[in-house]
């Protein structure tokens, strides 16, 4: 009965920070096993999965946004957080937060949010 919801601003400007704010409800962030992630799918395209931060607080990304990206949470408010810095226009997406149930280096995202659109335009 886990619930996920996406919230902030739907655009950005070029060159600026993309945050994102993943509310959980029904279940703990810090539950064992389970680990938090943000994937993103732009226009006409497949999913991407940026990164997570996991039931324990330590923090994994992509290879490729890595060097733009920081994953946080805030436990008192059950809640992670995705920054994604000097944007471009390339990552406008509609952005996900999902739990990854596998307990395995292939994840398995059993719950997700609704997604919420990322314009990057000026």
């Known amino acids: 009965q886990v619930q996920l919801q996406e919230s902030g601003p739907g655009l950005v400007k070029p060159s600026q920070t993309l945050s994102l704010t993943c509310t959980v409800s029904g279940g703990s962030i810090t539950t064992n096993y389970y680990y938090w992630s943000w994937i993103r799918q732009p226009p006409g395209k497949g999913l991407e999965w940026i990164g997570c931060?996991?039931?324990?607080?330590?923090?994994y990304y992509s290879p490729s946004l890595k060097s733009r990206t920081s994953i946080s949470r805030d436990t008192s408010k059950n809640q992670f957080t995705l920054q994604l810095s000097s944007v471009t226009p390339e990552d406008t997406a509609v952005y996900y937060c999902a739990r990854d149930e596998s307990g395995a280096v292939v994840a398995a995202f059993g719950s997700w949010g609704q997604g919420t659109q990322v314009t990057v335009s000026s």
């Open positions: 931060i996991a039931y324990s607080g330590s923090t």
